[in-house]
């Protein structure tokens, strides 16, 4: 069974600052991997889909790696501002079509 | 597009009372599934569907949970009796091809509470 893991679960930071969110997967027979963002009460929107067979996808100020034979993916979010503060959520697409998700990473940027 | 529709967006019911929730998914995506949000548990897949046939309910927790797709712009996830227990955010998601090439699109959700 396909286990996600996202640390930290918490993460505070000053306005300005690079963030570097990280995920791992026990299984690496995975499609793709997909980074969710969430804020209070509200659905999950999708930032970014890295295929198995890519390193990375980038959007915006937003990039992420994906190395499937160590289990990781790495959310970089560069020059953070408050508007950013939401829960990020990893989630891999795995061989049987499920979608496993991590408990994510809440992220407060200060003004 | 409208994206994945699903209603209600709250709802209060009392325990043992009959809910239903519903989701419509994006035009011509053909995978459909029910997720249930909760904060000691996080996401937990409860079924999923393709083709509008349902392909995994393992995640169901049990029997007073059904979900059906009559077609494939519309389906239902039916708790019968209700329990507090039952007290959470259900999410609906859909894609075109199970999330393998383009992944998934989810709802706003739909927040139950049993009293």
């Known amino acids: 069974k396909q286990e996600v893991t996202q640390i930290p679960a918490a993460l505070s930071v000053p306005e300005g600052e690079n963030l570097v969110l990280n995920c791992s997967f026990t299984?690496?027979?995975?499609?793709?991997l997909q980074w969710f963002r969430q804020d209070p009460g509200k659905g999950l929107t999708s930032l970014l889909l890295?295929?198995?067979?890519?390193r990375e996808q980038t959007s915006g100020r937003l990039n992420a790696s994906l190395d499937k034979s160590s289990g990781r993916s790495t959310l970089y979010i560069a020059a953070s501002q408050p508007g950013d503060s939401a829960t990020y959520l990893c989630?891999?697409?795995?061989?049987?079509?499920?979608?496993?998700f991590g408990a994510g990473t809440t992220v407060t940027v200060r003004a | 597009d409208a994206g994945v529709i699903q209603s209600p967006r709250h709802e209060v019911t009392e325990m043992g009372q009959e809910v239903t929730l519903r989701c419509k998914p994006i035009s011509g995506h053909n995978s459909l599934f029910w997720y249930r949000q909760t904060m000691m548990r996080g996401l937990e897949l409860l079924i999923y569907f393709n083709n509008n046939v349902p392909i995994d309910d393992s995640g169901m927790p049990e029997d007073r949970f059904s979900a059906k797709m009559p077609n494939a712009s519309f389906s239902t996830l039916k708790i019968q009796p209700s329990e507090p227990r039952d007290s959470a955010v259900y999410f609906c998601?859909?894609?075109?091809?199970?999330?393998?090439?383009?992944?998934?699109?989810f709802g706003s959700g739909t927040r139950l509470t049993v009293v």
């Open positions: 989630a891999a697409t795995t061989n049987d079509y499920k979608l496993s």
């Open positions: 299984d690496s027979a995975i499609y793709n």
């Open positions: 890295i295929q198995s067979s890519q």
């Open positions: 998601a859909s894609s075109f091809d199970r999330g393998v090439s383009y992944g998934y699109t």
